[in-house]
Nanobody, 126 residues
Framework: QVQLVESGGGLVQAGGSLRLSCAAS????????MGWFRQAPGKEREFVAA????????RYADSVKGRFTVSRDNAKNTVYLQMNSLKPEDTAVYSC???????????????????WGQGTQVTVSS
């Protein structure tokens, strides 16, 4: 059974930084692309970032490009989201997701992911 567990969320002032982690278990982590999505109250879930199975390719939403960095440590079965220069509009529940199929580059579409973590709250105060 695949499990994804996020950590690292919290309350931070605008301009601050947070690093989210997502620990995976239950399948060969290094074979699957991973994604980060977020959902703010009253809004639909949106794509934030994705990283390919190898870690070579990354993708970002325009709203976070240049501020967020996605990375992975396959030895630790963990994917990270480093968030810098945080803005109040970044406030949301952030969830990591595991790709449905192996050896892909990382999708921006939520239905391409089969496994989801429970989410971690990020709140940015102004």
């Amino acid at each position: 059974q695949v499990q994804l567990v996020e950590s690292g969320g919290g309350l931070v002032q605008a301009g601050g930084s947070l690093r989210l982690s997502c620990a995976a278990s239950g399948r060969t982590f290094s074979s699957y692309a991973m994604g980060w999505f977020r959902q703010a109250p009253g809004k639909e879930r949106e794509f934030v970032a994705a990283i390919s199975w190898s870690g070579v390719m990354t993708r970002y939403a325009d709203s976070v490009k240049g501020r967020f960095t996605v990375s992975r440590d396959n030895a630790k079965n963990t994917v990270y989201l480093q968030m810098n220069s945080l803005k109040p509009e970044d406030t949301a529940v952030y969830s990591c997701a595991g790709d449905r199929y192996a050896y892909r580059l990382g999708s921006t579409i939520s239905r391409d992911y089969a496994y989801w973590g429970q989410g971690t709250q990020v709140t940015v105060s102004s």
